[in-house]
């Protein structure tokens, strides 16, 4: 079968909610029915038919061809398949994901991977502010899963992170890793001021020393660690880096003794 596949005709005139497009919501509707799914959030709200041409029907292999920032919410709860945009996405995408693949191969708007608790959500570009981060009034961000930016991300990335992978690979901005309850962030290119700034539990690995940490930190020193050389393997194992990041004896600083105080920021002597 032929991946289903949406071509963006024109810019969206309003923002779109594609979250109605995965395998799960499109199964039971009949194939000719798809063009006619409201995904618009106007009081008009477009329908897929207004927005794009619709062609093959393997609801396990959805590509999106063109890309929009208003584009959001693509591939949000979505369990299995595949789901690849062959352009920039909007905000929310892979939302509250539990499985599957979704590539991004452009840039990605705020709250990526948001909610995420499992399979893997790869963007090629840039990720916009709060990646794999909570939304208002949630007390976790992501929960399991692996989340990879290839380009750059915005502030709070990994804010509130509870359990999975998040890999940026060329810099994040401010408050890396804020309140993070566990998990384990990477950040490659340098991160921005405060990283780990109330962090409870979990691991962040930078490239370098980081600009600024809370004053309630704590130097732990270059031991041999173990677990640097588990992660520097997997994270290549994994086509995440190329080489190793940390090696045997990276500088650890642990933290934030300002909360709980379990947390770790590693990176090279």
Do not use: W
């Not at 995965?22 to 897929?48: N, P, W």
């Not at 959001?72 to 789901?83: H, L, N, P, T």
Request: glycine fraction near 18%.
């Amino acid at each position: 079968m032929k991946a289903l596949t949406f071509t963006l005709v024109a810019e969206p005139p309003e923002r779109l909610d594609l979250s109605l497009l995965t395998a799960e919501r499109l199964a039971g509707i009949e194939r000719r029915d798809f063009e006619k799914i409201r995904i618009g959030m106007s009081k008009h709200g477009s329908k897929v038919g207004d927005i794009f041409r619709v062609a093959g029907n393997n609801l396990l292999d959805i590509v999106f061809e063109g890309g929009s920032t208003r584009l959001d919410r693509v591939a949000e709860g979505m369990r299995g398949g595949s789901v690849r945009v062959v352009g920039n996405a909007g905000a929310l995408a892979g939302r509250a994901m539990r499985g599957g693949m979704l590539t991004i191969e452009g840039n990605a708007g705020p709250h990526a991977g948001s909610g995420m608790r499992g399979g893997r959500l790869e963007i090629t570009g840039n990720a916009g502010d709060h990646l794999g981060a909570p939304l208002a009034g949630e007390l976790a961000g992501m929960n399991g899963g692996v989340l990879i930016v290839r380009g750059k991300a915005g502030a709070f990335a990994a804010d509130r992170m509870r359990r999975g992978l998040i890999a940026v690979l060329k810099g994040a901005g401010d408050h890396a890793g804020s309140r993070m309850i566990a998990g384990t962030l990477v950040v490659a290119g340098g991160a921005g001021e405060m990283p780990g700034y109330l962090m409870r539990r979990g691991s962040i690995l930078l490239d370098r020393a980081p600009k600024s940490l809370s004053p309630s930190f704590v130097e732990c020193g270059a031991p041999e660690s173990v677990f640097a050389a588990i992660i520097d393997r997997h994270l290549i194992a994994e086509a995440i880096l190329k080489r190793p990041l940390l090696g045997n004896a990276p500088q650890k600083y642990g933290g934030d003794n300002a909360v709980l105080g379990m947390g770790e920021v590693l990176f090279p002597r």
